[in-house]
């Protein structure tokens, strides 16, 4: 679990305490941008002191109805899933700087524009990229980390079902959806076999959750109605966040006065990930060899869809075309009508994988030693760009 101790701010302080105070906090910012500017930031106290006052400062201009300052952006945090460590990390990609702050914690330049991170890998299995850099700047260089062929790192993909869940986390506040099949299938597939060639909406603030609730009760659009991200609103007491999460484990802090409870929903949501990864991979095949022959133990994932496969041959072919956002390599073959069987690597890290695939369901085949995250990459990008009520069986 990730914690730090608390800094109280009281937000809404009047007359000759509101002008000190705000006094104040714009010294505590000097020199908290004199700390990361002068390597000072020696711990993760001083790491997380410096983004509770960014998104203190962030919360304090938006409110006002300011700008944000040219040089101030928001906090974005990206979970990792992955399968190597920091050495063979720091072998395999071009890290200008890698800095030690303290254990598993550690300042990072990369990129042509010199990007800089912060990498938090106290899990060894999932790693937090944090970073004030523009939204753009971050998620081109977390997509860079990503597509690299046996990277040995992927993103969390976040099941609709459990990004729903995550709206208990806090007041829902927004929402996004984004459905474009056109950048995984070919427009030809997308105009004889799918009803909307992209859809995107997004609604924040009052109405949002309501907005939501009659689209996904529209058979028709409830069929392609895929979250990209939510926005939520944590209190504790006087303490609060306002935090938007994406369904591949970015996330952007858009204010508050609490970096706890934005380590705090990083933590419940990288549990509650860890825990369904770590059934899926309980679930897969295993071999056991004797006198009298081979056991097999563990069993399939199936992927169940509500929005049939009409030509699946073509389908196929553009999931396993070695592109992102699926990063899957096979041969298919044809077994019989509407049945047919795939083998091939997953990319990201060079595990076998084997599919077969029907109208109505994907079954997938991972060897125990395989890494669980392909079915979870399979599966949401199969709801983001062809049906968003595909659903997982095991």
Not at 12 to 27: L, R, V
Not at 355 to 366: A, F, K, V
Not at 371 to 388: E, F
């Amino acid at each position: 679990m990730i914690v730090m101790d608390r800094i109280d701010y009281n937000l809404k302080p009047n007359g000759e305490i509101a002008f000190k105070q705000k006094i104040y906090y714009k010294y505590l910012r000097i020199i908290k941008k004199c700390k990361i500017m002068n390597n000072q930031i020696k711990n993760r106290r001083d790491l997380f002191d410096f983004f509770e006052e960014n998104i203190l400062h962030t919360y304090e201009n938006l409110t006002d109805g300011q700008e944000l300052d040219y040089s101030q952006n928001l906090l974005k945090t990206q979970i990792i899933e992955t399968n190597i460590n920091v050495n063979l990390f720091k072998k395999k990609y071009s890290i200008k700087k890698f800095s030690k702050i303290s254990n598993n914690l550690a300042e990072l330049v990369i990129g042509k524009n010199n990007s800089v991170m912060f990498l938090d890998s106290s899990d060894s299995r999932f790693w937090l990229f944090y970073s004030l850099e523009k939204s753009n700047v971050f998620n081109n260089e977390i997509e860079k980390l990503m597509n690299r062929v046996n990277s040995g790192l992927d993103y969390t993909w976040i099941p609709i079902n459990m990004q729903r869940d995550f709206r208990k986390l806090g007041k829902f506040r927004g929402l996004g959806t984004t459905y474009k099949p056109k950048e995984v299938f070919s427009e030809k597939y997308v105009e004889d076999n799918l009803s909307f060639g992209d859809l995107s909406i997004k609604s924040w603030g009052r109405g949002s959750e309501k907005l939501y609730n009659i689209l996904e009760k529209n058979k028709e659009t409830k069929k392609f109605l895929s979250l990209s991200s939510i926005g939520i609103k944590k209190t504790v007491a006087d303490d609060f966040v306002l935090e938007d999460i994406g369904y591949n484990g970015n996330f952007t802090t858009r204010g508050g006065n609490s970096i706890q409870l934005h380590l705090d929903i990083l933590d419940h949501i990288n549990n509650e990930y860890s825990t369904l990864l770590k059934t899926i991979e309980d679930g897969c095949l295993s071999y056991q060899t004797n006198d009298t022959g081979t056991k097999i133990y563990g069993d399939c994932i199936i992927i169940n869809l509500q929005n049939r496969i009409n030509n699946i041959e073509e389908f196929i072919s553009n999931v396993i075309s070695s592109k992102k956002p699926f990063m899957l390599w096979g041969l298919q073959t044809k077994l019989e009508k509407d049945y047919y069987k795939v083998k091939g690597i997953d990319l990201h890290n060079g595990d076998k994988y084997t599919m077969e695939i029907s109208p109505d369901w994907i079954r997938l085949y991972l060897d125990k030693s395989a890494c669980g995250n392909t079915a979870l990459r399979i599966l949401v990008n199969i709801q983001h760009y062809y049906d968003s009520g595909a659903s997982l069986a095991m």
